[in-house]
């Protein structure tokens, strides 16, 4: 299944005025069935590089597999701020139909500031709410790329070899970023089978891994019962703070055997971030359900890390190499702060 998109990662573009976009939108504010969104409107007229081609897509409404799209893609780290979705601070990586750029040579200095104050059009404003819902409702149900993801794109089959050899062609991902990838997957069906040999398997996966600097095995088991009551710690952690991811051990001590901490799940992708240190992006207090298009207010801690994304290096059903880099969500518990050097 080819997406055929004609834009590679690393190319240059400039997003095209909302009037030229507009031409490209039906009655609902889509192309193709992608929105184009409020949030969208201050960065054209300006120049971006393309990060990746967003030819799939991982399933983040019914979690079923892998999902493909056809001429999208993501720019370098435009997320969406949610001013016009009630707030919503889940920073979702922005998706980009080509109809909407136009490939240039580089950079233009001049384009920096364009449109940055520009209005949204009235059609793309009310794209932001269900079809039929006032602007003033109290319980709004919002509209938005995250929730309309499942119309824009088609189910990715496990047979269908395309994808990853776009991944290649595009230079979403290297050769040896495959390869190393790839791999793991004998690798983790040996470990997971009925052949008493994962202890001994894991063991040397994790011996290996230290040799080089890499990361321990990642599918590992909580160590708390399922159903069971697991800890919390309280740190007030705030944005631009540097912290420390946990080790491994010590976050399956705080987990249940589901990978859950009072409900928030933990999972194989955030293993290589253990040990490492990142500045705290933010607190997370509210987001919009993707599946009900209803805003979920947090309970809980909830962090997130600057640079502290999926990289869709292990997990499979389609979903390898998903280039939409979603926010890992962190509980202060799997966190510890880190003292910022005097004069840094």
């Known amino acids: 299944m080819r997406s055929e998109s004609e834009l590679k990662s690393g190319d240059w573009v400039e997003v095209r005025s909302q009037e030229e976009i507009l031409r490209t939108l039906d009655a609902t ?23 990746k081609r967003a030819h799939r897509s991982c399933d983040t409404i019914d979690y079923i597999g892998g999902l493909h799209l056809k001429r999208a893609v993501h720019l370098e780290d435009l997320r969406c701020d949610g001013s016009s979705h009630g707030g919503c601070e889940a920073r ?12 240039v040579d580089g950079p233009d200095a001049t384009s920096a500031a364009a449109n940055r104050d520009i209005p949204p059009d009235a059609l793309v404003l009310q794209g932001t709410r269900k079809a039929g ?9 919002y509209v938005c790329q995250a929730t309309t993801l499942l119309d824009a794109t088609v189910p990715l089959r496990r047979s269908d070899l395309m994808p990853y050899i776009e991944d290649l062609s595009s230079g979403n991902i290297s050769l040896g970023q495959m390869l190393t990838s790839l791999a793991f997957v004998p690798f983790s069906i040996l470990v997971g089978g009925r ?14 891994q230290k040799i080089i600097g890499g990361t321990p095995y990642p599918e590992r088991r909580g160590k708390i019962p399922k159903g069971g009551k697991t800890p919390s710690r309280r740190l007030d952690l705030q944005a631009g703070e540097l912290v420390r991811v946990r080790t491994l051990p010590e976050i399956l001590e705080t987990i249940d055997e589901a990978l859950r901490n009072r409900g928030m799940g933990w999972h194989a992708e955030m293993v290589p971030l253990t040990g490492q240190v990142f500045r705290v992006a933010g607190r997370i207090e509210k987001i919009i359900n993707e599946k009900t298009g209803k805003m979920i207010h947090m309970q809980s801690d909830v962090i997130i890390l600057e640079g502290g ?3 869709a290096q292990y997990i499979n059903n389609c979903r390898r190499f ?10 202060e518990i799997w966190l510890e702060r880190v003292s910022t050097p005097a004069g840094a």
């Open 29 to 51: 504010g889509c192309l193709e069935k992608m929105p184009f969104m409020p949030e969208m409107v201050r960065f054209t007229g300006r120049r971006f590089r393309v990060g």
């Open 195 to 208: 052949y008493g040999i994962s202890t001994p398997l894991m063991a040397l996966y994790d011996l290996t």
């Open 92 to 103: 979702c990586l922005l998706f980009w139909k080509e109809s909407w750029l136009k490939k």
């Open 322 to 331: 998903c280039p939409r880099a979603v926010y890992y969500y962190f509980r």
């Open 133 to 141: 819902e006032s602007a003033d409702a109290p319980n709004p149900t």
């Open 309 to 311: 994304v999926c990289r």
